[in-house]
C-alpha cells in the first residue's frame, strides 16, 4: 500500500491563522518576557547574552535583531523547526484543535519534498511501527511491557514518550517500510536501515526504542536499550548522525518538558532515558537528558532559552563526576546559573525516584544541591590541607570557574565563599583572577593579530548600498507604521502672478493622510516601484487604505511571501527595538521617527526624485556619447535644472 500525503485546504489554512497566537507559539520553545506590549527573549537562531527577539501579540508577527530573520508565526516554525509549511500548519492545526480538511496528493509530488522532509516522514512511520510492536502485538506486551514494568515504567509513562520495540528480526522494519512505499535512500539516511552491497537489514533488533525528539516533538532518531544482561551485546546503540539528528543539539525529554521547565524556572539534567521518565512519572517534569553524550553549548542554550537555572543530579560514579566538572564549567561560561546535586552511593536518578516518594525527592535534592564552589571543594580537595600544592591546585580550579561567572556581583560573592572554604584571602582570589583575565586577553590578541602587510596601487572599495531598494523600503515602511495618519506637509504650489507677468512658487501648508500624500506624489512622479515584491505590497497597502482607511497586518502578513515576511516583521518592530535595551531607565531617551512623520515622508519622496533624476541623466549622457543628438542634449538641461530644485527643495527640509 503507498501512504499518500495530503494537501491542506485554503479554508483551514485560514482557520490556523486564526486560532493560531504567535505569543503562545513561540513561548514553548524560548521563554519570553512581557516588554511594553510585546515580548522580549534571547534569540534562538543565534548565541547571545541579552536579548534581541521580539514578538507582537496584536500584530501576530516576530522579529529577531541578531540575525534579522522574522514573520508570522508559520515563519516561525519554518525557520526554527526546518519545517516545510505544509507541516508547520500541520504542527499548528494539531496544537490548536483544528481538523484538518486535506487535498490528496500523490506519491510522484511526494518525490518533490527535499530528503529532510522524507527523512522526517520515515522516523515519524518508525515510531508508529515500534509502538504498534510494543503495545498491540502479543509479543510486544509478554516481552516489552513485561520489561518495562519490571523497570516500574507505567502504562502513561509509556504513551507518553512514545516508547516501543525492535523485534528480534534481521529485516522486519525494513521489510514493511518498503512495502508501504517508502525509499530504500531515505530509511538508509534516516539511520534506520543499514545497507551493504544490495543487503539491506534493520539497524535495531530486539530492542526498547526511546525516541529522541526535537523541541516540536518531531522524532529525529532513537536510543535503543537491549532487554538482557548479555555482556557480548551493547546495552544501549543510538541512531547515528544524519540530516536531521545532531546529538550536541539535541536534549531527550525537552519537549515533554518545556513547559515544566519554563513554569519552576529550573532545570534538572541527568543522564539516561530511564531517570528522566522515572522523575516525569514520580512527578518532576522539568528534567531533561544529555544521552549519554558529553554536555555541548549547543545543549545549554537550549536550556538557556526557557530558565537561566540548571541544576545537575549526576551518578556518583567516576564518569558522572566527571561529566558534572566539565558541565559546571560549560554553563558558567554561558552566563547561567547552576548546582549539582550528589546521589548517594550507587545511586541514580532513576533508582532514587523508584525507591522514594515525591517529597522525600524534592527534599533530598533542596539540601544536597551545592553551589558549584562547594561541589568542587567537596570533591577535589579531600585530604589538602597537609599538601599545600595539592590545595593550590584546587583554588586554581575553582577560581577558574569564578571568572567564567560574567555578573560583577555574583563573582565578588562567589570570592567571598571561596575565601571562607579554602581559608585563603580575597585579595589573593582577586589577584589571580585578574591574571586569568590577562591571560585570556593575550591569547585573543595574539589570536586577532595579524602582520601587517605593504599594500601597493591598490583603492579602496566602499561597500555598495543600493539608494533605489532603500527608498522603495522606506516609503513601504512609512506606508506600513503611519499610512493612516493625518499630517501637515509644506506642500509647494505653482500659481501664475498678474504683477509679475510669470509663474511663481508658494508654499502652503496641507492636512493629507500620509497614504494619500504618497500615491499622489508618486503619481504625479509616475513612479512605479523598481522591486517587484514592494511593487505588489505597495498595491496591496493601497487597496487597503483606499476600502477600509486603514490596514490589518494580521491579516495581511499572512498572504506575503516569507521574504515579505520578514520585511514586513522587521519594519514592524524596528521603531520598538529601542524597548530591548531599556534607554528610558537609563535617562537616555530616543527620538522616534514618529515624532516628525511628515519630514521624513517629504524628505524620502523628494530623495526619490533626485535619485530618479540621476538615473535619467546618465541615460541621456550613454546616449549623447553614441549619437550626439542636439535635442538629448536639450534634455539633458532641462533635467539638471529639475536636480537643482529637488536639490534645494531637499536642503530645505533637511
Known sequence: MIKLNNLISKTTINNIYEAARVEEVISDFISLKKAGSNFKGLSPFSQEKTPSFMVSPAKQIWKDFSSGKGGNVVAFLMEHEGFSYPEALKYLAKKYNIEIEEFRKTPEEQIKFDLRESIYIVLNFSNEFYINNLINSDKGKSIG?????????????????????????????????????????????????????????????????????????????????????????????????????????????????????????????VEGYTDVIQLHQKGIKNVVSSSGTALSSHQIMLVKRLTENITIIFDRDEAGIAAAIRGVDLILEHGMNVRVCKLQEGEDPDSLARKHSLDFIEDYIKHNSLDFINFKASLLAIDYENEPTKKAE???????????????????????????????????????????????????????????????????????????????????????????????????????????????????????????????????????????????????????????????????????????????????????????????????????PSENVSVMVTETILSLRKLLVNKKIESLQENIKTKNNKRVLEDVMGYYQLRRIVSSKLNRVL
Request: glycine share 4%.
Open 145 to 269: 511491557i513485561s520489561y518495562l514494568n519490571s523497570r516500574g515504567l507505567t502504562e502513561e509513562s509509556i504513551n507518553k514518550f512514545g516508547l516501543g520495540l525492535s523485534f528480534n528480526e534481521k529485516k522486519g522494519f525494513t521489510d514493511h517500510a518498503i512495502n508501504e512505499g517508502y525509499d530504500i535512500t531515505h530509511l538508509e539516511k534516516s539511520g534506520l536501515t543499514i545497507k551493504e552491497g544490495i543487503q539491506s537489514f534493520d539497524r535495531f533488533k530486539n530492542r526498547i526504542m526511546f525516541p529522541i525528539k526535537s523541541i516540536s516533538g518531531r522524532v529525529l532518531g532513537y536510543g535503543a536499550r537491549i532487554m538482557t544482561n548479555s555482556k557480548k551485546v551493547a546495552k544501549y546503540i543510538n541512531s547515528p548522525e544524519s540530516e536531521v539528528y545532531q546529538k550536541s543539539k539535541v536534549l531527550y525529554g525537552l519537549f515533554e518538558s518545556k513547559s515544566f521547565i519554563i513554569k519552576e524556572d529550573n532545570c534538572y539534567l
Open 394 to 592: 584546587v583554588i586554581n580550579n575553582i577560581v577558574k570557574s569564578i571568572s567564567l561567572v560574567k555578573d560583577i556581583i555574583k563573582r565578588e560573592l562567589y570570592v567571598q565563599t571561596c575565601s571562607k572554604i579554602m581559608k585563603i584571602s580575597e585579595d589573593s582570589i582577586f589577584k589571580t583572577l585578574s591574571q586569568i583575565r590577562q591571560s585570556k586577553e593575550n591569547k585573543l590578541r595574539n589570536k586577532n593579530t595579524k602582520p601587517f602587510n605593504l599594500i601597493k596601487n591598490q583603492s579602496l572599495k566602499e561597500d555598495s548600498i543600493d539608494e533605489l531598494y532603500e527608498l522603495e523600503k522606506k516609503i513601504i515602511t512609512i506606508l506600513i507604521l503611519y499610512g493612516q495618519k493625518t499630517e501637515t506637509f509644506n506642500e509647494s504650489i505653482l500659481i501664475f502672478s498678474e504683477e509679475d507677468d510669470e509663474i511663481i512658487e508658494k508654499n502652503k501648508y496641507v492636512n493629507s493622510k500620509v497614504y494619500e500624500k504618497i500615491f499622489l506624489d508618486l503619481q504625479q512622479d509616475e513612479v512605479e516601484f523598481a522591486n517587484k515584491e514592494f511593487r505588489d505590497l505597495f498595491d496591496v497597502l493601497m487597496t487597503e487604505y483606499q476600502i477600509n482607511g486603514f490596514i490589518s497586518i494580521e491579516k495581511i502578513v499572512p498572504t506575503l511571501s516569507k521574504e515579505l515576511s520578514e520585511v514586513v516583521s522587521s519594519i514592524i518592530l524596528q521603531d520598538e527595538k529601542h524597548l530591548l535595551h531599556k534607554w528610558d531607565k537609563k535617562s537616555i531617551y530616543v527620538k522616534l
